[in-house]
């Protein structure tokens, strides 16, 4: 159900959060991807502050308080939709 409703009602976050990561990857060496829970978490290690797009996290670091905190904006981004 999560991915149904990514790809449908919160389509345009997670293009605009797609592009963010292709952004990411071809313009910055150090950057890691992983996993929180269904969401890409992708640490950056610059500051440009964290954000949630879709299912993509961008964090300049990744504690677990500031993971849980993001992935409420991805829930939130289901329910409310665009």
Sequence with gaps: MFYIINFTWSLIQNIVGFIALLYVKLTHKNYT????????????HYGFGDVSLGMFIFLRSTPKKDV??????????MILGP
């Design 33 to 44: 991807i992983t996993r929180y829970k269904k969401a890409y978490v992708i640490d950056t």
């Design 68 to 77: 849980m905190h993001e992935y409420g904006h991805t829930i939130q981004s």
